[in-house]
T-cell receptor
Framework: GNSVTQMEGPVTLSEEAFLTINCTYTATGYPSLFWYVQYPGEGLQLLLKATKADDKGSNKGFEATYRKETTSFHLEKGSVQVSDSAVYFCALSDPGGSSNTGKLIFGQGTTLQVKP | KAGVTQTPRYLIKTRGQQVTLSCSPISGHRSVSWYQQTPGQGLQFLFEYFSETQRNKGNFPGRFSGRQFSNSRSEMNVSTLELGDSALYLC??????????????FGPGTRLTVT
């Protein structure tokens, strides 16, 4: 079945360090890919998305490229801040039998802690 | 535009009781999905409603049910609560524009504790 695998955390970085969180997926069809972020005590916020191969999603200095050949969607940021400390989830839209199933499949989440 | 709202934010129930959670989607969004988040299992899909019909369902027992009203608001119900039902229940809404880009916008969640 369709699945998402993320690198295990926690990831601890110093402020202004470079961030990479790895995400690989298994899917039939052509899913859309997403990164969501969850701050303590809150729901999930959509961070960025990509809908087809070679698309690059970007937002707030974060970016990720949809790589179909490696089935990956790694999240990167050039210079992290303390305020980026959160849990990051990689997800794919489950094509299922229809393109509109309303179901996201999530990775297990990666906790990022940025120290001043 | 107001975001997805969920009520209540926190609930404490006893084993065997039932509970109803409510979700109001973003105005204009017609699809509502529900997820359960636990430390052990992560984020798991419960079900999705579109135009008052359940369109997709995850692998949860029949104790978990939901419905959607004509104004797209949705409720989920859990009957005969078990300790393992303690979780953060997240609702997400989407416009469902018929394309592959299926953006879902999440509410803050309802934290359910079963004692």
């Amino acid at each position: 079945g369709n699945s998402v695998t993320q690198m295990e955390g926690p990831v601890t970085l110093s402020e202004e360090a470079f961030l990479t969180i790895n995400c690989t997926y298994t899917a039939t069809g052509y899913p859309s890919l997403f990164w969501y972020v969850q701050y303590p005590g809150e729901g999930l916020q959509l961070l960025l998305k990509a809908t087809k191969a070679d698309d690059k999603g970007s937002n707030k200095g974060f970016e990720a490229t949809y790589r179909k050949e490696t089935t990956s969607f790694h999240l990167e940021k050039g210079s992290v801040q303390v305020s980026d400390s959160a849990v990051y989830f990689c997800a794919l839209s489950d094509p299922g039998g229809s393109s509109n199933t309303g179901k996201l499949i999530f990775g297990q989440g990666t906790t990022l802690q940025v120290k001043p | 535009k107001a975001g997805v709202t969920q009520t209540p934010r926190y609930l404490i129930k006893t084993r065997g009781q039932q509970v109803t959670l409510s979700c109001s989607p973003i105005s204009g969004h017609r699809s509502v999905s529900w997820y359960q988040q636990t430390p052990g299992q992560g984020l798991q899909f419960l079900f999705e409603y579109f135009s008052e019909t359940q369109r997709n369902k995850g692998n949860f027992p029949g104790r978990f049910s939901g419905r959607q009203f004509s104004n797209s608001r949705s409720e989920m119900n859990v009957s005969t609560l078990e300790l393992g039902d303690s979780a953060l229940y997240l609702c997400a809404s989407s416009y469902d524009r018929g394309i592959l880009s299926y953006e879902q916008y999440f509410g803050p969640g309802t934290r359910l504790t079963v004692t």
